[in-house]
DNA sequence: CCTAAATTTTACCAATACTAAAATTGGGGG
DNA sequence: CCCCCAATTTTAGTATTGGTAAAATTTAGG
């Protein structure tokens, strides 16, 4: 509709926001390294890197990974980033999800923007509770801010107290147990949709089930 | 070196895990659409889809971002994942870092494992100190612990309490201060490369400052 | 200014992203 | 069992565009 590039114009995610080609250039400049290193280190001619940076061309996937390399950051640095509002929630007026009425509940604190990965919620296990072993996408975060759990990463068991995090690529099995007597409150984090919202465009949005089913 | 497809080959992070093609099944059987309905949705053909989702080809980031959005995701969805060990840190034996003897202080909570993206971090901030507004690639999450601070995102001024959080892109310009006369610990988690590692391949590690500079 | 490095531009080619259509698989019924 | 339909895979073939090499332009010193 308007004169932006081809390349802005296939990548952006719909909100106006730097284009891949801009983000290859500051961080290239960053690091303080001329199109000539990062296109002998990526394997590919110095005018294509000119070509990319400006947004004239898009690489393909695999370029762009050579790229990301000698740029010594990970692909999906330089893919839509997100972009809007911030969200504020307070510890007394969270909307509480309870998933079933064995008690265990959750206080959402990030919301969904455009792009978001970032999902965070704080998760109240009750004695007792022990969560099915999960594997997906993305990469978590757990920090105990009462009581102690014991979290189960593939072969490992490890308790964690008050004050204790660990962190783990989601795709690792995984579950966690509240051993203790009272109940646990967790800061959940992770990159993943957990709550099965975060749509791309609108699309029909009802009845789309979250991931984080404790199903049979 | 293997006889894995070229797709696979080209794009995983270097470590096995699933190929961007298994990841864009999944998710399609996880909403229950059919090829055709992908293909219709992205403007590609039936067959490309097929290829593409058993690594025969690797699609253009615009096709990729075309499925994506139909597959109701985030293009960064199906690149490379992290996978790794889990990370444990207890709270009384965490590496502490002093950024200035004006006593910021932070202890990490994170690790870095290739491809991870999540970076978390207590930061324990002194009565009246300020940081420098700065805003970069990312989103990000403050939970209070203890204390309270006054947190400036854009043209919002918000005041945070024990307990409440805020989430919001890095984008947009930020910057804290403990307005209070106690000191504020705070757990802050963001989709950045704080600490200035994770390398994506070793290349020369040293030297290269991390973001976190509230430099002059 | 003169030179050399860094970047941009141009012209061109070949790899491959993508298509269209035919071949295969896989259920359910009747 | 066989027919039928939907879903997926396979096969050829083309056109796009990702990518190159080299010349033109800019930039920065000394």
Redesign the pocket.
């Known amino acids: 509709m308007t004169n932006q590039t081809a390349a802005e114009a296939i990548i952006d995610t719909g909100k106006t926001e730097d284009p891949l080609g801009k983000r290859l250039r500051a961080r290239r400049r960053e690091l303080s390294l001329?199109?000539?290193e990062v296109a002998d280190g990526a394997?590919?001619?110095?005018?294509?890197i000119?070509?990319v940076?400006?947004g004239l061309?898009?690489?393909?996937l695999?370029?762009l990974a050579s790229i990301a390399g000698v740029l010594d950051s990970h692909v999906t640095t330089f893919l839509a980033q997100p972009e809007g509002k911030s969200q504020l929630t307070r510890h007394n007026e969270r909307p509480i999800y309870a998933v079933d009425k064995a008690a265990l509940s959750y206080e959402r604190l990030s919301t969904t923007f455009p792009g978001s990965v970032l999902n965070s919620v704080i998760v109240h296990e009750p004695p007792g509770y022990r969560s099915e072993p999960i594997q997906h996408v993305g990469e978590e975060m757990f920090f105990v801010l009462q009581g102690a759990i014991t979290l189960e990463v593939e072969d490992e068991t490890t308790v964690l107290q008050a004050g204790d995090s660990i962190h783990f690529a989601s795709m690792r099995r995984h579950s966690s147990w509240n051993h203790t007597a009272e109940p646990a409150t967790i800061l959940h984090v992770c990159t993943m949709d957990v709550f099965g919202d975060n749509p791309q465009q609108n699309q029909e949005p009802g009845n789309r089930a979250g991931h984080l089913n404790h199903h049979k």
């Not at 394997?43 to 294509?48: A, H, M, N, R, T």
């Open positions: 001329t199109l000539k394997g590919l001619s110095v005018g294509f000119s070509q940076e400006r061309t898009v690489p393909s695999s370029s």
